[in-house]
């Protein structure tokens, strides 16, 4: 089967009155995600939230309805995981692992047409379930609360399950894969896959399974694949074109070298074009 593969480099230059900005963070957002609230949904607020039979656990994830949400419709659904907790580095770059930092899905549906639900990697501490922040935890556990939460959003506020896409950044973005692809039954949530900042097959992760990650990536079938990397995706590339997939897969690179999501709080051409491809995605046909 013939694997289509669009390569999309994006090389403009964004300027300032100082000069050519090299730091991702020196740009000004148009968009600031909304903070996590401890109250029930509602149109337009980003709230902490529990799946049952979690209830008694420290697990949570956010859940955000947009703007326009109201009972009795159906919209897409954007399902992101988060990139390791306790990462900084001298660009200003930070990621604290937790489903209350993270902000690909607000920036690509601008609050609007998608709902947003942040999951969280479970680990199991001294008896006790909670949110991880690094790396992947229970991997059952994380997997069973990925289903049960993609399912229970759906049927509960109308979330159109043909139309659920997987997002994430750097841990998150392998967890497109390694979690999101780990067996049939939940590779099957999903109408595509954005991953920004690593992929399996081009970073190696801590998971005694982690080399088993062709078998996985190749649960993607036809589905559409969107990468994207500061500094280029060329070793994704390659480690994917060793598979034969018939997945259309976009690529795309950061034009700044920082290892951030932040790209999709501002208007550069990247988000544009991310946020073409998520409307692609959940409107073809399945």
Known sequence: MKRVLSVIVLVSALCSAAGAQTNLNDLRADLNPPLAEDAPPAPGHRVRATTAGWDTTAVHHTLYLPTEWKPGGMLPVIVEYAGNGGYTNKLGDTSDGTVEGCMLGYGLSAGRGFIWIVLPFVEVDAGRKRNATKWWGDIAETKRYCLATVRDVC?????????????????????????????????????????????????????????????????????????????????????????????????????????????????????????????ETVQREP
Not at 239 to 247: C, Q, S
Not at 263 to 277: E, G, M, N, S, T
Request: glycine content about 10%; aromatic content about 8%; hydrophobic content about 45%.
């Open 155 to 279: 049927r509960r506020f109308g979330g159109d399950p043909a139309r659920v896409v997987l997002m994430g950044f750097s841990r998150g973005a392998i967890a497109c894969s390694y979690v999101g692809l780990h067996d049939d039954e939940i590779a099957g949530l999903w109408c595509g896959l954005l991953a920004h900042s690593h992929f399996e097959g081009e970073f190696k992760h801590p998971a005694p399974d982690q080399a088993a990650w062709p078998e996985r990536v190749r649960r993607l079938g036809r589905r559409p694949l969107f990468i994207s990397q500061e500094g280029g995706t060329k070793k994704t590339e390659v480690a994917l074109a060793t598979l034969g997939l018939a997945a259309p897969i976009t690529a795309a690179e950061l034009p700044f070298p920082n290892h951030s999501a932040r790209w999709v709080l501002c208007d550069i051409p990247l988000r544009a074009q991310a946020r073409a491809w998520l409307h």
